[in-house]
C-alpha cells in the first residue's frame, strides 16, 4: 500500500511543475485522495462488500469531486490533475501512467448490464480537460485526447483526437514537440502542434495557393523575357494585368488558421 502512494505521489512530482513536495502532495492533492479511496472501495468491491464499496466512492465524490465507480480498473502512475468533475464508469479501465485532467468523462453508450460499457485507455494517455471518451473502445497507448473533445470510436497509439465529434490524427507531429513530451512524460492537456486537422487542410490549401502563384509569376516572367528579345514583332511584350510578381500572402492566412 505504501509503494503505490510513494510511486503516486513520485509521478505527480515529475508531472505538475507546481507540486514542490511529497508532503504538499500527499496533504493538498485531491486526485492522489481519490485514488486512495478507490483503492479501498475497488477491495471491496471485488471481494463481494458492493454497498461498502460504493458508499466508500460516495463519500470520495463528495471529499474529493472525482467520481470513480469501484468497479473500474486503474493502473499505476495515474495522475488526475485539479481533476474537479472526473467521472470513471463501472468498466472503464485506465492503464499505467495515464495523465487526466478536470471535467473528464470515462463513460458509456450501453445500458446493457455485463457489457463492456466504458471505454479502456492504454499506458500514458493523456485527457485532455473536459474531454467526453463515450463508449467500450480502446484509446491505444500514448495517445493524446484535446480539450473537450468527444471521442465515439477507438484511438490508435500515437494519435491525437480532436474536436467533436473527435477527428483522429496519427502519430507524426514535429520533432521538437516528440523530444519535449519525452523529457516531460506527457504533453499537458493533450495539446500538440498541428493537432486541429481544419487548420491542417487549410494550410495545405494555402501552400498550395502559394505555390501555384509563384508557378504563374515564372511563366509571366518567362513570357516576357521571349516576347521582348530585338528580332520580336510584338509591340506590347506582355499584358498590362500580367502578374508578375507574387501578391498572395500565405503567411498572413497562415497566421490566422494558427500555424
Known amino acids: ?8 505521489i513520485h509521478c505527480i512530482l515529475e508531472r505538475d511543475p ?4 511529497a508532503w504538499e502532495v500527499l496533504t ?18 471485488n471481494h463481494g462488500f458492493k454497498w461498502l464499496g460504493r458508499f466508500i466512492s460516495h463519500l470520495a465524490r463528495g471529499l474529493t469531486g472525482i467520481e470513480i465507480h469501484p468497479g473500474a480498473k486503474i493502473g499505476r502512475c495515474v495522475f488526475f490533475d485539479h481533476a474537479m468533475g472526473v467521472v470513471v464508469g463501472e468498466t ?7 495523465t487526466i485532467y478536470q471535467g473528464v468523462t470515462l463513460g458509456g453508450t450501453s445500458l446493457y448490464k455485463g457489457t463492456k460499457r466504458h471505454p479502456t485507455l492504454g499506458r ?32 490508435p497509439a500515437g494519435a491525437t483526437a480532436v474536436g467533436n465529434p473527435a477527428r483522429v490524427i ?52 518567362a513570357i516576357e523575357k521571349l516576347s521582348c528579345l530585338p528580332n520580336s514583332t510584338t509591340h506590347d511584350c ?20 494558427g500555424k
Not at 500500500?1 to 503516486?8: A, G, K, L, P, W
Request: proline content about 3%.
Open 1 to 8: 500500500m505504501f509503494s503505490r502512494i510513494r510511486s503516486d
Open 18 to 21: 507546481a507540486a514542490r513536495t
Open 28 to 45: 493538498c492533492y485531491p486526485g492522489l485522495h481519490a485514488l486512495i479511496l478507490y483503492r479501498r472501495a475497488h477491495w471491496c468491491w
Open 92 to 98: 472503464a479501465e485506465i492503464g499505467d501512467g495515464c
Open 124 to 155: 500514458g494517455v493523456v485527457v485532455g480537460a473536459g474531454a467526453q471518451v463515450l463508449g467500450g473502445f480502446t484509446v491505444g497507448d500514448g495517445a493524446r485526447i484535446g480539450s473537450n473533445a468527444v471521442v465515439v470510436k477507438p484511438v
Open 170 to 221: 496519427e502519430a507524426g507531429a514535429d520533432v521538437k514537440r516528440e523530444q519535449t513530451a519525452s523529457q516531460m512524460g506527457f504533453s499537458a492537456y493533450g495539446i500538440s502542434q498541428g493537432d486541429d486537422p481544419l487548420s491542417l487542410a487549410m494550410r495545405g490549401l494555402i501552400d498550395n495557393a502559394a505555390g501555384q502563384e509563384h508557378q504563374i509569376a515564372l511563366l509571366w516572367q
Open 238 to 257: 506582355v499584358p498590362k494585368d500580367a502578374a508578375l510578381q507574387e501578391t498572395f500572402e500565405a503567411d498572413k492566412l497562415n497566421q490566422l488558421v
